[in-house]
């Protein structure tokens, strides 16, 4: 864990980041396991290994600040606050999901939690979190708007241009680039010219910032000032969190392309279990405590897996809905 003691926030605080990793971990492992039975079909992008970078965001956001993220991203809108019962309804089909079962996992939305997009194309949220955060800012909102993609995504022009305007308008956005140093199948370095995605920020006069993003105290210290700094009007910043994603690119990825002991390496560094035993070896918390929230978490992640088998199939009527906004012709 990092030593930036001078940095560690209130006691509430640090228990909620693990809580927010927990939910993630936990849901994560369930998910895969009812794929795996075939008791739910859908793509399957994990996020295991990244769920310190959306924890130490989202507990610096208000409920009413805004997200857009990727396919690889059920950490950022659990982390988010989107209730695991719509989730898990949406991934699997049901009428019951965020968007009735017609987005399925790549394209969950929840707008009363912030969740504002979930996009399946690559470097997609960045130009869509600039279009949500100049609303705000014309409003005169106090909202900041995240959006998550990948370090593959920032090779499209889609990224640079998103810099570049949020940067000229001053937006309240926070790009954060989880940095897993796999475009899909392809290693940072064979696409990349750039030293780090961070040093690009500078020909857009942003802020650039490359963290450990399995660091929580690191990662928090990191967000709450981007995120401080775009709520005060001073305008964007660019973080790079520097992770590994413990699932290759979809599931059923076997990891081919790693070097040998790669992923190995990265596992045996989890940094679910590190944060446990950093909080209880600091007396943040106890192990009674972590066991509660842990039995809370599952049975909140159970009774999701149950509503959302459960749930009715989207009526076929449901094919011409949702097409065109209320009081349009078609």
């Not at 926030?9 to 640090?14: D, V, W």
């Not at 790549?106 to 707008?111: E, K």
């Not at 780090?196 to 929580?216: E, L, S, T």
Request: glycine share 10%; proline share 5%; hydrophobic share 40%.
């Amino acid at each position: 864990m990092s030593n930036l003691t001078q940095h560690i926030p209130a006691r509430s605080i640090l228990i909620d980041l693990y809580r927010r990793m927990a939910l993630i971990k936990l849901n994560d492992e369930r998910f895969r396991a009812v794929i795996k039975s075939g008791k739910i079909v859908a793509p399957y992008y994990s996020p295991r290994g990244q769920e310190v970078i959306p924890a130490a965001i989202s507990v610096n956001l208000s409920d009413a600040d805004y997200i857009c993220t990727i396919y690889r991203g059920i950490h950022d809108m659990l982390a988010k606050g989107l209730p695991s019962k719509l989730l898990w309804a949406e991934v699997a089909g049901k009428a019951t999901g965020t968007c009735k079962g017609k987005g399925g996992p790549m394209h969950i939305t929840h707008p009363a939690t912030g969740v504002m997009v979930t996009t399946g194309i690559v470097g997609s949220s960045l130009p869509i979190a600039n279009g949500l955060a100049l609303a705000t800012q014309i409003r005169g909102e106090n909202r900041v708007t995240v959006a998550y993609f990948g370090d593959g995504a920032s090779n499209i022009g889609a990224f640079h241009e998103a810099l570049n305007m949020a940067s000229i308008w001053k937006l309240p956005v926070v790009f954060v680039c989880q940095n897993n140093r796999y475009g899909e199948h392809t290693r940072y370095e064979v696409t990349t010219s750039a030293r780090q995605i961070a040093d690009r920020a500078i020909g857009y006069g942003m802020p650039g910032i490359r963290v450990d993003g399995n660091d929580p105290l690191a990662m928090y210290t990191q967000a709450k000032e981007a995120i401080d700094r775009a709520r005060g009007g001073a305008g964007p910043t660019l973080i790079e969190a520097m992770t590994f994603r413990f699932h290759g690119h979809v599931f059923g990825d076997m990891d081919g392309y790693m070097h040998e002991g790669e992923k190995d390496e990265a596992m045996a560094r989890d940094p679910v279990p590190a944060w446990r035993n950093w909080l209880l070896q600091n007396e943040h918390a106890t192990e009674s405590e972590l066991q509660q929230l842990e039995s809370a978490l599952r049975e909140e992640i159970e009774a999701a897996v149950q509503f959302a088998l459960a749930s009715p199939e989207p009526d076929l009527a449901e094919l011409t809905t949702d097409v065109f906004a209320p009081g349009v012709a078609a």
